[in-house]
Nanobody, 122 residues
Framework: QVQLVESAGGLVQAGGSLRLSCAAS??????MGWFRQAPGKEREFVAA????????NYADSVKGRFTISRDNAKNTVYLEMKNLKREDTAVYYC?????????????????WGQGTQVTVSS
């Protein structure tokens, strides 16, 4: 069994920065990803990183602004978010599954965190 615990999100002004972390326990040498869900919208892929920390994958909407990284010694994955926009407001979830590549497909992720709210104000 894998448990994922995200750090607290927060309220940030547009153009600001925020870093989320997700600590994993249990079997963790697999791809980890971040997804988000805004009110009234479907959950969407944000970023993913392979188990080795090498290959990464980003949604076009966050490319160049968000950076995903991981520290396997700490079983933790990070999402550094810069130049935040109002449309980044959402509940952010980290997830992991049995894959090794940085997949965008949420069905490949088996374990999910509880989610953390990120609100970007203008």
């Amino acid at each position: 069994q894998v448990q994922l615990v995200e750090s607290a999100g927060g309220l940030v002004q547009a153009g600001g920065s925020l870093r989320l972390s997700c600590a994993a326990s249990g079997r963790t040498r697999y791809t980890m990803g971040w997804f988000r869900q805004a009110p009234g919208k479907e959950r969407e892929f944000v970023a993913a990183i392979s188990w080795s920390g090498g290959p990464t994958n980003y949604a076009d909407s966050v490319k160049g602004r968000f950076t995903i990284s991981r520290d396997n010694a700490k079983n933790t994955v990070y999402l550094e978010m810069k130049n935040l926009k109002r449309e980044d407001t959402a509940v952010y979830y980290c997830a992991t599954g049995s894959g090794v590549g940085p997949s965008r497909a949420d069905w490949e992720y088996v374990y999910w965190g509880q989610g953390t709210q990120v609100t970007v104000s203008s």
